[in-house]
């Protein structure tokens, strides 16, 4: 699976930021999906994941109600809607794809994607 992350970019505490990974290769509906990020400094943190069917969702408790997961099979695309960015959501954001694990590890995740900045100001 490759895939491309893309929708970064800068904004003001408050404001929303939609990120959209697309996937390519191996059949899309076959894997969980997953966005992690990492600050400067910081380790890749897990952010959200999806299930295959879409049926299940899970979040990191800092992004609880203020980020939104979900999936579009039939366009290979995840999306990450981000409401209410705060300055510590400043991050590389990476979508990653996953058959089985926990998906709330790094370690779960087979494929990566490059990277999308979001860069939030106060």
């Known amino acids: 699976v490759q895939l491309q992350a893309f929708g970064g970019g800068l904004v003001q505490a408050g404001d929303s930021l939609r990120l959209s990974c697309a996937a390519s290769?191996?059949?899309?509906?076959?894997?969980?999906m997953g966005w992690f990020r990492q600050a400067p400094g910081k380790e890749r943190e897990f952010v959200a994941a999806?299930?295959?069917?879409?049926?299940?969702?899970y979040y990191a408790d800092f992004v609880k109600g203020r980020f939104t997961i979900s999936r579009d099979n039939a366009k290979n695309t995840v999306y990450l809607q981000m409401d209410s960015l705060k300055p510590e959501d400043t991050a590389v954001y990476y979508c990653?794809?996953?058959?089985?694990?926990?998906?709330?590890?790094?370690?779960?995740?087979?494929?990566w994607g490059q990277g999308t900045l979001v860069t939030v100001s106060s």
């Open positions: 999806i299930t295959w069917s879409g049926g299940s969702t």
């Open positions: 990653a794809a996953a058959r089985s694990g926990n998906i709330r590890s790094r370690g779960a995740y087979d494929y």
């Open positions: 290769g191996r059949t899309f509906s076959n894997y969980v």
